[in-house]
């Protein structure tokens, strides 16, 4: 029978996961439990999934052999001093808390020989379209990395990088969002102030972010490559871009991201 699968909080990323795993197959739900306070959650969970929840953090450990910690990192330190008795060397520890460095996982848990790999998710995971960057420490062989690995590709994409790199991955995917979210916000706004209505500039602006990320992904061919397709001389297109470049777009892009990762680095020192 296949190991359980254990969740410690059961709030939005742990269902995206819950629904990533159960849509690929890769757990069954009755190999699925989460423990959870929130009466609502719990409720919710096992209604929607079928999945087995527990109120105490202590029941996961000792059913499952892998064990996702999907509290709010202000939480973890908490969760962690409470189920350190109930954490053996078998178990791998899979985080997705935003900044906390591994080594916060081995001090607070106090036994060095813990299996931690940590994991920088982004919110279209809720919708199985994230970007996860995976890394581990020296415990978790290869064959248990890959067993991650899977996990999070049933919600979007993976890479696997040494922690160094995961600051990086904060400022560029973790926060990626927010970016992509703000443009499409500014686009609807400007086609609004251009006469559309905002159901139909939303509509124009979501497809037009979409369409033109499918088309970069299935066409293979570079971004400066496909927007030379879509300007021609004296064009809309090149006016526009040509403001675009003006106030320095690509720099200001480097620099947001750059500020991001500057600000990871600095949480994570707080820690
Ligand atoms: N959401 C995202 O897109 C996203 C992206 C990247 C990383 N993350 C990371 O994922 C983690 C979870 O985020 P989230 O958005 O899923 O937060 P969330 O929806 O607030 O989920 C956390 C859940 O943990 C529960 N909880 C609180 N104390 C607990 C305890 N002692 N034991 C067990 N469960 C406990 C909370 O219950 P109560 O509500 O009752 O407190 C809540 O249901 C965070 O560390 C965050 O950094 C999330």
Redesign the pocket.
């Known amino acids: 029978m296949k190991q359980h699968i254990g969740f410690?909080?059961?709030?939005?990323?742990?269902e995206?996961l819950i629904k990533g795993i159960l849509a690929s197959g890769l757990y069954s739900k009755s190999n699925i439990l989460v423990?959870?306070?929130?009466d609502y959650?719990r409720e919710h969970l096992e209604s929607t999934y079928l999945i087995k929840t527990f109120q105490n953090?202590h029941a996961i450990f000792e059913k499952s052999k892998v064990v996702i910690l999907?509290?709010?990192?202000q939480?973890?330190k908490?969760?962690l001093e409470?189920c350190r008795s109930v954490i053996e060397p078998h178990h791998i520890l899979i985080t997705?808390?935003?900044g906390l460095p591994i080594s916060f996982y081995i001090k607070t848990i106090g036994k060095k020989e813990t299996k931690i790999i940590r994991v920088?998710?982004?919110?279209p995971?809720?919708v199985l379209e994230g970007a996860s960057a995976l890394s581990k420490n020296d415990n978790v062989s290869d064959k248990e990395l890959r067993l991650a690995e899977e996990i999070f590709l049933a919600v979007g994409e993976v890479v696997i990088l040494d922690e160094v790199h995961l600051d990086a991955v904060t400022g560029l995917s973790?926060s990626g969002p927010a970016y992509v979210f703000s443009f499409v916000e500014a686009l609807v706004d400007a086609g609004v102030k251009m006469g559309l209505t905002r159901v139909i500039s939303e509509k124009l602006a979501m497809q037009t972010v979409a369409g033109s990320v499918k088309l970069l992904r299935e066409s293979g061919e570079h971004p400066a490559a496909l927007r030379g397709k879509v300007t021609s001389p004296g064009d809309t297109a090149i006016t526009a871009l040509h403001v675009l470049e003006k106030v320095g777009f690509h720099g200001i892009i480097m620099d947001i991201v750059e500020s991001a990762v500057l600000r990871s680095k600095e949480l994570g020192k707080m820690e």
């Open positions: 410690i909080g059961g709030g939005q990323m742990a995206a423990s959870e306070p929130n959650r953090n999907a509290v709010k990192p939480t973890m908490a969760v409470n997705v808390a935003a920088m998710p982004n919110t995971a809720l973790g």
